[in-house]
Structure formats: C-alpha cells, structure tokens
C-alpha cells in the first residue's frame, strides 16, 4: 500500500517519506520473520536479520555495489530488543546512504555495524567513512526527525545512552 501510494504522487518529500515510512515496516517485519524460521522463538539471531534488514536498505537506495560493508552482529536477542536494534540500524543505515557519500565522494565508501554482549549489556555501533556531520552541526539540536526517534529509541525505549563522533564519517555508539 505504502509503495501504490509512493507512485501516485509527484512530491519529492512525500515520496522520500514514503520510502523511508515502507522501510521501518519492513524492518519490524523482518523480527517475525526471523521468529517464524527460527527453531528459538525466544531469539533472533542479529547476524541473520541484521543482514537481511542492510540488503533491504542497500536495495531501496539502490547502492548493493557501491558500499564495502562490514557486519559483526555474533549474538541473538529477544524481541523487545531487536525491534528497536533494527529500527536504529535501519534509520541510522539509510541516514548514511542518503548524506555520507555525495557525489565527487573521493573514498571508497565504507559503513561497519557491530553489535557486542557484555554481561546484560549490549553495545552497537554503526560507524561510516562519510563526509561526516557538517561543522558546528548540533545532531542533538538539529530537525532530523530520524536521529531524535534513533535517539528515542536508545534513551526510553532500551535504556541506553547515545554517543555520537567523526572526523572522518561519524560513528554511532
């Protein structure tokens, strides 16, 4: 439904938004997927979804061969936490293929996600060798609906904290 309606409109904007709304869709539904295919239904392994989610985004920017991608995601976690993990990694994913490599980028573009256990807490990193944040650029601050849901998501929802960094890219730990 959301892609009919992507095509039924000329708006740039609405479109982009469109795109990124059937994104986070298919992302949620990627967990119970994973759940119905898994002999644990209690689990997730983040490898396998995290692979899956990442080839979705490549494919909707249409970037699968543009991008050296690393993934280190060697664990499972339950739902609660993966939706979230997903969501994150798919907003901060898809924020780096539309701004860390514009054209004349002169690198080859490179993104790393990496998701550890470390007793009951869990640590991801979404990292890029991008253009990184423009100077003086406040992410907290700024009107990026997408980084203040990342931020949502990490702060109440899992309880985490968020820190930011670059130079060069930006990385999400």
Known sequence: LIKMRARSTQDAGTIQFLTELESQAHTMSLVYEQLYQSENLAQISMAQYLRQLTANVLDTYGRRDAI?????????????????????VNELFSNILKYAFPPGFQEIPSVSITLRQEGATYQLTVSDNGVGFPPGYDWRAGQS???????????????????VSGKPGTTFA
Do not use: E, S
């Open 68 to 88: 050296q991608f690393h993934l280190d995601a060697p664990l499972a976690m339950d739902v609660a936490q993966a939706t979230p993990c997903g969501l994150i």
């Open 145 to 163: 609906m997408g980084l203040r849901l990342v931020n949502l998501w990490v702060t109440h929802q899992l309880g985490g904290t968020l820190t």
